[in-house]
């Protein structure tokens, strides 16, 4: 069965440090999305991408964050500047045309931690 | 997106089969019913989803009554494996031209006990 894969299962980086977490959604899906999840707190959604723009995004996903298909396999977010409170698992969601909303296969996650 | 109401936490033994019900009295007639399941450290995975009356697929049943004002997801005879956070969703699946975010709640969370 196809899956969405991410990469580094687990990324440790000092505050102020940029990082970019990975994902490759399976591959016929269009529609691609980042969560996150705080320790111990909701699944949170930050931002949906489709046909190459952003299409929605939460006011968590402020100007220190970004996304980016940079090719057709891979979609990726970036932090710019992170802080402590970006500690969390990050999660990639992709889901297929022709399904329902909410019919989203997610990757396995992301853990950042920030120092 | 309707409020939506689960029990925070379950425990069952394994081999029982498990009833989660949710309630979602203000339900509107374009939204549906859906279920996501969540292992410790993983992401989230749809598991069904449903307008009315029942549903099965080889994971869980999720029954619906007339009204839709309450929703039941099902896990027959359930294993150690099954423990996890259960979320109920629902909403207008497809509204918005299918970009739709999916917001969870705090969800059920399932314990199996040996």
């Known amino acids: 069965e196809p899956e969405v894969t991410q990469t580094p299962s687990h990324q440790v980086t000092q505050m102020g440090q940029e990082v970019i977490l990975r994902c490759v959604p399976i591959s016929n899906h269009l529609y691609f999305y980042w969560y996150r999840q705080i320790l111990g707190q909701k699944v949170e959604f930050l931002v949906s991408?489709?046909?190459?723009?952003?299409?929605?995004k939460s006011e968590i996903f402020d100007d220190q964050f970004s996304v980016e298909r940079p090719d057709g396999s891979n979609f990726t977010l970036k932090i710019r500047s992170t802080k402590l409170e970006d500690s969390a698992m990050y999660f990639c969601a992709s889901r297929e045309p022709g399904t329902s909303g909410y019919e989203q296969y997610f990757g396995p996650g992301t853990r950042l931690t920030v120092t | 997106l309707a409020k939506t109401t689960q029990p925070i936490s379950m425990d069952s033994y394994e081999g029982q089969e498990v009833n989660i019900t949710c309630s979602h009295n203000n339900i509107a007639t374009n939204d549906y019913i859906t279920w996501y399941q969540q292992f410790p450290s993983q992401g989230p995975r749809f598991i069904i989803q449903?307008?009315?009356t029942k549903v099965t697929n080889e994971v869980a049943s999720l029954f619906i009554p007339a009204d839709r004002k309450s929703s039941t997801l099902s896990l027959p005879r359930v294993s150690l494996s099954d423990t996890a956070v259960y979320y109920c969703l629902v909403g207008d699946i497809w509204n918005s031209g299918g970009y739709q975010k999916v917001t969870f709640g705090i969800g059920t969370k399932l314990q199996v006990i040996p």
């Open positions: 449903g307008y009315k």
């Open positions: 991408f489709y046909n190459n723009e952003i299409s929605e």
